[in-house]
């Protein structure tokens, strides 16, 4: 008989007891923060996403400069296009002297030992807000979009982008962006895949915030985002992905999806990150402004579960904020 000779509440008495057997800890190490880029000046609020603004270079830069106090190893950046820079063809992606150039530039040369992580993908470039190229039919073909990501890629390893992050679902862009940037001389430029990433309706505030929403319309990525049905199918897209030559794979959503993060990290091994989207950012924080949930338990509650499935780090909009808290512990 296990009672009252094993009492599980023993343990949990006291705080250092607790302490002693914590099996997961979220420190600042384990933070990656998305930043929003824009062509104005100064930072403007995303409606649906309180406390996220969009920011110049020079903001940017500000940013940067927090996230290397709080001792955040790295930053992923996502430029908002103005509609006039929006194409078919999407060339503005890669631009030597594009927003997401121009930003990578002035971020190493500031802070040269902060890392850069670069978003791979059409969607803020293209008129009709798809990942891809499309053709006469609105699909989004593939082999053209992979070179197109080759050429964007590049760009963003040639301005010093230490990770680039393929966003796009496409089949073998991995593999291209790999070759092409060994080719080039750029061999330890990081690839941080987004291999399972879902057609989740939890970008939504993420659409708003880059611009793309209007753009895509009642268009959905539902041909190269994967159903969120599916876990079997994330498996074999991370192992792609891994053979292809990357060097950390990424689950997306988060807390939806955290069953996915640990089937890929118990059957792969691999550095595996989970992205908390924009509108797991959302939801928190519009229960928090309403006083119905406690901002930070809830936030820091959220990432240590991300933890605990088998992440080894999360991006999050909360990732400032995080730190902070976490420096007060
Ligand atoms: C687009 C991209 C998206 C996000 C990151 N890169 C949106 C999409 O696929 O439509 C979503 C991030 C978020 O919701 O926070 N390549």
């Not at 649906?48 to 927090?66: C, F, K, Y």
């Not at 971020?107 to 850069?116: C, H, S």
């Not at 955290?258 to 550095?271: E, S, T, W």
Request: hydrophobic share 45%; aromatic share 8%; proline share 5%.
């Amino acid at each position: 008989m296990a009672f009252p000779y094993t009492r599980m509440r023993r343990m949990r008495r006291d705080d250092f007891s607790r302490r002693l057997m914590r099996e997961h800890r979220l420190g600042a190490d384990d933070l990656i923060l998305p930043v929003f880029i824009h062509e104005h000046s100064g930072r403007a609020p995303v409606a649906s996403m309180p406390g996220v603004e969009r920011q110049s270079i020079d903001e940017l830069l500000r940013t940067a400069e927090q996230a290397v106090e709080l001792k955040i190893p790295a930053l992923v950046l996502f430029p908002v296009t103005a509609p006039e820079a929006k194409s078919l063809d999407a060339v503005a992606a890669w631009d030597e002297n594009g927003l997401a150039q121009r930003a990578i530039r002035a971020l190493k040369q500031r802070f040269p030992q902060l890392g850069v992580i670069t978003d791979v993908a059409l969607d803020p470039y293209t008129s009709h807000g798809q990942d891809g190229l499309v053709d006469a039919g609105g699909y989004v073909t593939n082999d053209d979009t992979v070179e197109a990501l080759v050429k964007q890629a590049l760009s963003h390893a040639e301005a010093g982008a230490d990770v680039v992050s393929p966003s796009d679902m496409m089949d073998g862009r991995i593999g291209a962006i790999r070759e092409a940037l060994e080719e080039a001389g750029h061999v330890n430029t990081r690839i941080l895949a987004y291999s399972a990433k879902y057609a989740s309706a939890f970008y939504g505030p993420f659409r708003d915030a880059v611009g793309s929403a209007g753009a895509l319309g009642k268009g959905n990525k539902y041909t190269y985002q994967m159903d969120p049905a599916n876990s079997d199918e994330a498996l074999r897209e991370v192992g792609l992905d891994l053979d292809e030559g990357a060097d950390m794979v990424m689950v997306k959503p988060g807390l939806p999806y955290l069953d996915i993060v640990r089937r890929v990290k118990d059957h792969f091994g691999a550095p595996t990150f989970v992205y908390q989207v924009s509108g797991e950012y959302a939801m928190l924080k519009a229960a928090a402004l309403n006083g119905w949930l406690d901002e930070r338990a809830c936030a820091l509650e959220a990432l240590t579960a991300i933890k605990r499935a088998g992440a080894d780090g999360v991006l999050t909009y909360f990732a400032l904020d995080a730190a902070r808290w976490l420096k007060e512990e």
